[in-house]
């Protein structure tokens, strides 16, 4: 079965937009996103292209504010702040990864939690590994949506996921054993990495090695759900997992594109959505 996100991705839009809908013609205001960008990464501006496509598609106003590389980053904290006392601004993210010498985590935990739709301030990461209710990493967020709506089970179930992430891996192993699921990690530094994988009822691969995860670390009838987005040896956009060697194996695998990348996406739009539903 080959688990595709651009049709979960699209069923969450479309309801997301229908309540938008609702709202505004009841005389509700739209929710809004600011999507906050530093310097010119291609891949960056790819990503943020796609976030705001979405968000126009559904409803939601979005602003995109872009800054250079050498910016003073009083600036940016000024942005965020300005954001963050509006009360007509329901969602801001960072973009991520920022150049080389910005401090990531400073920045983002200058957003407050009730508007930080991508669920990476330290509050919420808090509040989601204490089982509390928080905005949601998108990635992870999208995973377990994508797994409830192809009816794979995660109770009782042994996952494996390979990376250490806090974007990612992290939240999703968090998100994973609320669901019931026992969890193994691996990453980088763990030897013999079959020895995890080929066991695992479901195995997520977060490392960033395009298809690197080849038919020696897959046992049968897994599912196997690909996070990598990365370029092969021609250039061709590709994940983690070497899809076509070992798609015969598994009972389930997500695709690269079109498997978890549109959920990451609409995850951000229903994070929007819930911080705008709660402050309306």
């Given at each position: ?9 699209a069923d969450i839009k479309q309801r997301l937009k229908q309540e938008i809908d609702a709202a505004v013609a009841s005389g509700r205001r739209q929710p809004r996103l600011e999507i906050i960008s530093v310097g010119d990464d291609p891949a960056s501006k790819v ?209 690269v594109p079109g498997g978890v990348g549109p959920m990451t996406v609409a995850e951000l739009m229903s994070n929007t959505v819930e911080s705008w539903r709660k402050r309306i």
């Open positions: 079965m080959i688990i595709d996100g651009k049709i979960v991705a990503y943020v292209r796609n976030k705001i496509k979405a968000a126009e598609e559904v409803g939601i106003v979005v602003s995109h504010l872009t800054f250079p590389a050498d910016e003073d980053t009083f600036w940016v904290r000024n942005s965020i702040e300005r954001y963050a006392g509006s009360p007509d601004v329901d969602g801001i993210m960072i973009q991520l990864p920022l150049p080389d010498g910005w401090n990531e985590r400073e920045l983002i935990d200058m957003i407050p939690p009730s508007k930080d739709v991508d669920g990476l301030t330290t509050t919420n990461i808090g509040r989601l590994r204490s089982g509390q209710k928080c905005l949601k990493p998108c990635t992870a967020a999208g995973i377990i949506d994508l797994c409830k709506y192809y009816d794979i089970e995660l109770d009782g179930k042994d996952v494996t996921i390979i990376g250490r992430s806090n974007i990612v891996s992290k939240p999703l192993a968090d998100m994973m054993m609320a669901e019931g699921a026992t969890v193994t990690q691996c990453h980088s530094h763990t030897k013999d990495l079959s020895k995890y994988t080929r066991p695992a009822d479901i195995v997520v691969s977060a490392i960033g090695k395009p298809k690197f995860i080849g038919r020696g670390y897959i046992g049968y009838e897994q599912v196997v759900i690909d996070v990598g987005i990365n370029r092969d040896e021609e250039g061709q956009l590709c994940g983690d997992v070497d899809f076509d060697n070992v798609k015969e194996s598994c009972s389930a695998i997500t695709p």
